[in-house]
């Protein structure tokens, strides 16, 4: 049976959302979370995908735009309402879940928000297991299903309905996102119960609730394993001209080089395309997505953005092993080093 995440819970599940997250801002966190906090009332339900019935209609609910644009334009509060019943209309059907794209920060908030403003459970599990910079960098892809049709909700009354092939998604819903804003809420990824539990990354939802817990360990967050490789200091942050392809992604390359402090005292280098994708010590490659690579800052314990780098940080670089279904052929099409523009 399902169980209730209630304001304690709420408490939990946005602290362990955080251990592993990029791109978090600090003003949009505040905000998600306050949100979160004045809708959820007597709890939401959290139910498995195999517990709903079978042809029950899902909805993926997420943040997409910038975090930061955001915390800058408030938004009116019905977002995520919005986006699902624009969906269901489409559909012509009427919701009984919402998943979640991801559950990092944020994304890991507006699911349950829209979950707690429309009555609905909230789906134990995600679509990464991790975080991708596209929509379409998903499990829910690799297990065949599309992110449209898909509703988009502005934070100033826009309503936007978006169907197109499922590999063209990210590259129409960008510059939407931007006109009306910097961010929205989509509800995307419709599917019935038995296929979301046959394409989502079970679990996490509850994983990240115990990880919260005050004095979990970090790595209770990371269920494929995680490893420290290295502590050092970071050297220099330069810019790059790129890794050798035209790529859909939303950001500038960029190369962090840190010094280690200890043992061998190699330099590191990580490759940045919106993330780190790339993780060299000594000039041999040492790790690479589709697992998460992370600077965490020694002094507070916060993952520290790319944008956020700056030499004479100390830092820890932390390795989370992506969940297995990455690591397959299409996993690694759709989320490895290639999908980048890295060749290897």
Same mark, same amino acid.
């Given at each position: 049976m399902g169980r209730l995440i209630d304001l304690d819970g709420l408490g939990r599940f946005s602290a362990g959302s955080r251990l592993f997250a990029t791109g978090a801002a600090q003003s949009s966190y505040n905000l998600a979370?306050?949100?979160?906090?004045?809708?959820?009332? *007597? +709890?939401?339900e959290l139910v498995g995908a195999g517990e709903l019935a079978p042809e029950t209609l899902c909805l993926v609910v997420s943040l997409v735009g910038s975090t930061t644009a955001l915390g800058e334009q408030l938004p009116a509060g019905d977002e995520p309402e919005r986006a699902v019943r624009a969906l269901e *209309? *489409? %559909? +012509? &059907?009427?919701a009984g879940a919402v998943a979640a794209l991801n559950l990092a920060a944020e994304n890991a908030l507006i699911p %349950?928000?829209?979950a707690a403003g429309l009555g609905l459970p909230m789906v134990d599990g995600d679509g990464t297991g991790r975080v991708f910079p596209l929509v379409e960098q998903t499990t829910y892809t690799l297990g065949g299903m599309s992110a449209a049709p898909l509703a988009l909700a502005g934070g100033s009354g826009e309503l936007v309905l978006l169907e197109t092939a499922a590999d063209r998604v990210e590259e129409l819903l960008r510059p939407v996102v931007l006109s009306v804003g910097g961010w929205a809420v989509a509800a995307c990824y419709p599917m019935a119960a038995r296929d979301l539990a046959r394409v989502l990354v079970p679990g996490t939802v509850s994983l990240l609730m115990r990880a919260g817990e005050p004095g979990a360990p970090r790595s209770a967050?990371?269920?494929? +394993?995680?490893?420290? %490789?290295?502590?050092?200091r970071i050297?220099?942050? &330069?810019?790059s001209t790129g890794h050798g392809g035209e790529l859909a992604l939303p950001s500038l390359p960029s190369s962090i080089v840190v010094r280690e402090s200890e043992g061998l005292r190699r330099l590191v280098r990580l490759e940045a395309h919106n993330e780190i994708v790339l993780a060299l010590a000594d000039g041999a490659v040492v790790a690479t997505v589709p697992d998460q690579i992370c600077m965490i800052s020694t002094g507070d314990g916060m993952v520290v953005d790319v944008d956020k780098a700056e030499p004479g940080l100390e830092v820890d670089i932390m390795v989370v092993k992506a969940a297995p279904v990455w690591h397959t052929e299409r996993g690694l099409a759709l989320g490895g080093p290639r999908a980048f523009g890295i060749a290897l």
């Open positions: 979370y306050d949100w979160a906090a004045s809708v959820v009332g *007597r +709890g939401v *209309r *489409r %559909l +012509g &059907e009427r %349950l928000i829209a967050a990371a269920p494929y +394993g995680v490893r420290t %490789l290295c502590r050092g050297q220099a942050v &330069e810019g």
